[in-house]
């Protein structure tokens, strides 16, 4: 047997992590695919553009964001001492600006002054359209139209921020059609338009890019762990819709093999129900197979449809997983989880009312398993949370679920 790729090669040339990634995209595309792979790896070591990123991060994006202990949540559960990473305090409010201020600095280097994105609940969009106006580029999001009419706020925060939103009226009218369209409108205007894509998902390089975008978050939180605390945490978690803030977290680890790194899928309205996004969890329905360029785990019918997905949580809800969650998971490095609407609901108010944090419900995903594992460990042992967001966007889902008065 040959020896496995070590992960920090990973991927190869071809953009693979083991059989996961690739490039499965039409052929028009490949040109502009190779002129960003290209411009991407002399960025990645170009200490003028790696300062300007950091620089940035610094002045604007908000940081190093903080490590909070979370001591209430920690002694009501008793066990294992739980922290968090807080990209919720980051600039628009989640560790999306990370990745979206990445790709914009390489666009201006690409020297193209048009970006296209594409969105479901919004927020994609709204990074997006913050990094094209802090660097003056022009922004066109696509969203499903059914989208725009669920988020109305996020529709009225990218327009103030300068960019345009177009309507997608074909199929559902949700982010597989905006997704759809966007790649059209690529294909169309390749020579002036970068494709700021959003998730660590998509063809080569944007798993790669994404990534490495977004392991500031992993990179920060490794040296402050090690600093406060004088070790490495035991666990870290993370909630994966596409897998970019997991990613981000987990990369700084990859190679620190007694820290177990976990990731939590939605599991919408359980399992068996098949309304949920948990795509490693669900055999029924989940195989290995290629959408929106690249290959891994699809929520998919017995001849191939696209399945519709179901969480609370709108950035968990995507019938596939970037291609190196799938490695990952292959080779035993990471575990992967669920956590159902209900129990979202629940952690997201404990997180609340134990430590005056209002969470995405994405980031609540990740909350529910440290609640579930930290009585099981000992105090000595300690769990970092990425809490990827945070929850004003919420508020309404919240409400209605919880039927709340507001
Ligand atoms: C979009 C989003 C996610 C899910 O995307 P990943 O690429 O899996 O990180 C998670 N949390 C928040 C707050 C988000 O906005």
Redesign the pocket.
Known sequence: MTKPPSLSSLPDTRGYFGAFGGRFVPETVIPALEELTDTYLVARDDAEFQAELDHLHRTYTGRPTPLTYARRLTEHLGGAQIYLKR??LAHS????INNAIGQALLTRRMNKKRIIAETG?G??GVATATACALLGLECIVYMGRVDMERQKPNVFRMRLLGAEVRAVDSGSRTLKDAINEAIRDWVTNVETTHYLL????GPHPYPLM?RDF?SVIGREARAQFLERVGQLPDVVM???????????IFHAFRDDQDVRLIGVEAGGRGIDSHEHAARFADQMIARVGTLHGTKSYVMQTEDGQIMETHSI????D?PSI?PEHAYLRDIGRAEYTHATDEETLEAFQSLCKLEGIIP?L??AHAVVEAIKLAPTLSADQTILINL???GD?DLDTVLQALDMEP
């Open positions: 990209e919720d409010g989640a560790h999306k609940a927020q994609h959003g998730s660590a998902l994404v977004q993370a909630c994966v819709g596409g897998g970019s803030n997991s990613i981000g949580s709108a950035g968990l995507y970037g995405a994405e980031s990827s967001g945070r966007k």
